[in-house]
């Protein structure tokens, strides 16, 4: 939920809302939270863009992954930090539905880890760059969609509702 990446999401402040839900809950129940921030040639680190909107706030002990991939896994320590404190099921919520919440959840399973998506705590913006053009609100429910019946051999996907999420 970086600026530049949410400036023109779809149901941005509904999301950001659930996703301090989330954060609230968790932080409640001793749930650790992982944030993670992309950065490319064009989402420079450091730079406005680049920084976590200011309605979340990570605090105290909470990581923050830096990653250049889409995936969260790719050449980051995500694996090795949820490895080290025993965590099995992640629970994903962010920005870019079509890019990074993708390829993170695919990532997940991938490497064992059971991955559940919030289904009204992520988002993206319309796909301008297809034709034909496809909105923010089809990608997101297509995610929502297909995400709910993932399974590995090993992991499970699934989708749920910020209200249905219990740490």
Partial sequence: MQVGVVANAFRRTKVIANINQLVSNARN??????WVQHSDSELVMHSADWQIVSELHPIGEEKII???FGDSFEATELQKL???QEIGRLV???AQTDACIRSTLHGAIGRGFDAVLVGDAHTTDDCQYSTPQVSAESIVAHTNFYWNWQRTSSATGGTFATADIHF
């Avoid at 129940?29 to 992982?34: G, L």
């Fill in 29 to 34: 129940a001793s749930v650790p939270i992982i």
């Fill in 66 to 68: 830096h990653k250049k």
């Fill in 82 to 84: 949820l490895l080290e």
């Fill in 92 to 94: 994903v919520c962010g």
